[in-house]
C-alpha cells in the first residue's frame, strides 16, 4: 500500500446514498466512478481515505415498488443492494464503506440526532399542504410542476396531493448562518454556477420543511410521537454519519464524528443539491455540529443528446457496458470526454472511437512497439543511462518535467478530462518524438547512445503517463507498470492507505511507494529488466446491427 504520511490530512468522501427502487443506472455509476478516482488520487498520495456509498432504503418510493413486486420491502431492499455492490466491484471501484439506511446502528444514530434538534427547539407540529413527487421524495412548488400536475424531473410522474400534520423543521432560523458559512467557506458549493443557484435560492428566503410523514409505515418512528416517520431525507442524509462509525463502535454521533469529521468532499448530482448545500447544513448546524467542507454537484448525462429514461426506452446500463467494454474503458470515457460539473453526453460511437484512439493507438501502441524495439535493440532492459543528462533541448523531456505538478492541480480540482489531456499531450507527444528521432534508422548507423537516449525518453513517457492516470484507468496502469518491469501493483496501491476496517480490504504484500517519486519524469530505473510485450488495451468493436 502507498506509505501513509502522517503530515497529509486525512480525506472522506462521499457519494449519494443510492435509492434501491431499482437496478443502478448510469448516473449512480458515474458519481461512484468519480468518487473512486478522488480517493485513488488520495490515496496514491499517501492520504489517509475514507470513502463512502451505500444506499437510501426508507421512504414510500421503496415500499411503493415494494408493495407492487408483493414482497415485504426489507426483502426487496436486501435483493436490490447486491446489485449495486456487484456493479462497483466490476467497475473496480473500492469504497471504504457501504452506508445502509436501514441498519440498526442507522436507527440509533437518527434518533439521536432527531432528538438533539428537537431539545434545540427547531422541530414543530403544523399542517402540511402540497404536491409531492413521490419518486423525487419531494414537495414541489406548483410553479415547478409540468403542465398537468407533471414532475418536471420525473414527466411520467403526477405530483400528488398533500394536506396533513408533518413535523418541521425550522430551517428559516438558519438563514442568516447559512449566508455566513457560503461567504466563509466559499469552495463550500462547486462548482461556482451551482454555487450562484443556491445562494439565490437562499436569497429568496428560506421557508420551514416538513421532516416527518404520516400514513408511511417504511422508515423510523419520530422519537417523540412514533405515529409519525421521520422523512427519508432527514433519514438518508444522517446515512453519511453512520458510516464514519467503526464496526465496534457504540453507535453515537460523538462516536461517529470523532475521526473523519467534518467530511471534506460531498459528490452528488446536481438535482439534490438543495438538499446537500442548504438541508443538511442547516439540520447540522441544529444539532451543534460542524457543516462538511464541500459539496461538488455534477452535471446530468444524456445519451445521443436525449435525455434518459427508462419510459423513452433510452437508458444505459452500466452493467452491460462494463461486460463488454470492461471497467477501465467505461471509467476513461465517463471521466474524460464530461468535465465535472457540466451536463455530458454518451454516444456508444464516440465512446468506441475514443478509447481506440487513446488508449489503443495512442498508448498502448507507443508502449508495444517501444518495448520490442528496446527488446531489439538494448536486450531488454532499460537503457542504463543517467536520466539527468539526456538533452535539455528535447521536447518529450521539458513537457514531461512539469506534467506530475500540473496533473496535481488538475485532481485537486476534480478536472478529470483536463487530467487526461494533460497526460494526453505527453503521450502525443512519445509518439512524434519517436517518429522523427527514428531509432531504427540510429541503430542502421550504430549510434547506440542516441538509441538509447530516445527510447529510454519514451518509455520514461509512458510510464509517467501511466502512473498518472491510475485513479482513472487503474488496470490499465497496472499492466504497463508491470510490462516495465516494475514490481508494483498500483491498482491495490491505490486501494487502500490503511486498515481502516475496509470492507474491501484484503491482504497484498505491497512493495512501497512514493507518490512524490512515481509522479516526476526521470524516474524510471535504468538498467531495469523489461517484461513481455503484451497489448496492454484491445481495440473495441461496435456491436453490430
Ligand atoms: N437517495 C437520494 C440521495 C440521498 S443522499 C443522502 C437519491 N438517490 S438516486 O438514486 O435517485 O440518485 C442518485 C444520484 O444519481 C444523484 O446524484 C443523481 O443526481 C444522479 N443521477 C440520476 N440521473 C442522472 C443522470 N441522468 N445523469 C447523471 N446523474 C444522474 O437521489
Known amino acids: 500500500m502507498s506509505p501513509q504520511n502522517p503530515n497529509l490530512p486525512p480525506f472522506s ?47 414510500q418510493k421503496i415500499q411503493r415498488t415494494a408493495q407492487e413486486k408483493g414482497v415485504p420491502p ?50 414543530y407540529l403544523a399542517q402540511q399542504k402540497g404536491w409531492y413527487c413521490v419518486s423525487c421524495e419531494e414537495f414541489k412548488e406548483e410553479r415547478e410542476l409540468l403542465e398537468g400536475g407533471y414532475c418536471a424531473i420525473h ?31 466559499p469552495d463550500f458549493i462547486q462548482p461556482m454556477s451551482r454555487r450562484n443557484e443556491v445562494l439565490s435560492f437562499v436569497e429568496q428566503g428560506l ?40 464496526p465496534d463502535d457504540e453507535p453515537t454521533v460523538e462516536n461517529a464524528l470523532k475521526n473523519w469529521w467534518p467530511i471534506n468532499l460531498h459528490l452528488i448530482g446536481k438535482d439534490i443539491l438543495r438538499f446537500h448545500a442548504v438541508y443538511w447544513p442547516a439540520m447540522l448546524m441544529a444539532a451543534g455540529v460542524t457543516p462538511p467542507k464541500q459539496v461538488f454537484g455534477h452535471g446530468f448525462l444524456t445519451k445521443d443528446g436525449r435525455k434518459m429514461g427508462k419510459s423513452l426506452g433510452n437508458t444505459i446500463d452500466p ?17 474524460k470526454e464530461i468535465e465535472l460539473g457540466q451536463d455530458g453526453d454518451f454516444n456508444e460511437t464516440r465512446f468506441v472511437n475514443i478509447l481506440n484512439a487513446d488508449l489503443a493507438n495512442d498508448l498502448g501502441n507507443l ?28 521536447s518529450l523531456k521539458q513537457l514531461g518535467d512539469n506534467l506530475g505538478d500540473r496533473v496535481v492541480v488538475a485532481y485537486e480540482a476534480l478536472q478529470f478530462s483536463q487530467v487526461c489531456e494533460l497526460v494526453l499531450s505527453l503521450i502525443r507527444a512519445g509518439n512524434k518524438f519517436i517518429d522523427e528521432q527514428a531509432p531504427w534508422s540510429l541503430y542502421k548507423q550504430k549510434k547506440q547512445t542516441e538509441v538509447e537516449q530516445v527510447l529510454y525518453a519514451v518509455l520514461e513517457s509512458v510510464r509517467l503517463s501511466a502512473y498518472l492516470l491510475t485513479p482513472i484507468i487503474p488496470g ?42 512515481h509522479s516526476q519524469w526521470g524516474y524510471l530505473p535504468p538498467g531495469q529488466k523489461l517484461s513481455q510485450a503484451q497489448p496492454i488495451f484491445a481495440k473495441l468493436e461496435l456491436p453490430r446491427e
Not at 440509533?108 to 428537537?118: A, D, G, L, Q
Not at 414527466?155 to 458559512?181: G, H, I, M, V
Open 476 to 517: 490499465l496502469s497496472s499492466k504497463v507498470y508491470k510490462q516495465l518491469g516494475f514490481d508494483l501493483d498500483l491498482d491495490a496501491q491505490s486501494q487502500n492507505t490503511d486498515d481502516h476496517n475496509s470492507e474491501m480490504f484484503t491482504q497484498h504484500s505491497f512493495a512501497e511507494h512514493r507518490f512524490a517519486e
Open 13 to 59: 468522501l462521499t457519494t449519494p446514498l443510492y435509492y434501491v427502487n431499482d437496478v443502478p443506472h448510469i448516473g449512480s455509476a458515474y458519481t461512484t466512478m468519480v468518487a473512486d478516482a478522488v480517493a485513488r488520487f488520495y490515496r496514491l498520495r499517501g492520504h489517509s481515505v475514507l470513502m463512502i456509498t451505500g444506499t437510501d432504503e426508507h421512504g
Open 319 to 335: 452493467i452491460d457496458l462494463v461486460d463488454r467494454y470492461g471497467a477501465d474503458a467505461v471509467r476513461y470515457y465517463f471521466l
Open 155 to 185: 414527466p411520467n410522474k403526477k405530483a400528488e396531493w398533500r394536506d396533513e400534520e408533518n413535523y418541521f423543521f425550522r430551517l428559516s432560523k438558519y438563514q442568516e448562518k447559512l449566508e455566513t458559512l457560503y461567504q466563509e467557506q
Open 74 to 123: 426489507q426483502e426487496h431492499c436486501d435483493d436490490i443492494v447486491h446489485s449495486f455492490s456487484e456493479l462497483w466491484q466490476k467497475l473496480n471501484i473500492h469504497h471504504d464503506r457501504f452506508s445502509r439506511t436501514t441498519a440498526d446502528k442507522h436507527e440509533k444514530i437518527v434518533k439521536e440526532f432527531f432528538t438533539r434538534v428537537w431539545d434545540n427547539g427547531d422541530i
Open 367 to 394: 508502449l508495444n512497439r517501444t518495448l520490442g524495439m528496446v527488446k531489439k535493440y538494448c536486450q531488454g532492459q532499460v537503457p542504463d543511462l543517467d536520466p539527468s543528462e539526456l538533452p535539455r533541448d528535447w
Open 207 to 246: 421557508q420551514d420543511f416538513s421532516i416527518s410523514r404520516i400514513n408511511l409505515d417504511w422508515g423510523f418512528p419520530v422519537p417523540t410521537d412514533p405515529k409519525h416517520t421521520i422523512y427519508v431525507w432527514f433519514d438518508a442524509l444522517l446515512g453519511y454519519m453512520t458510516a464514519l462509525l467503526d
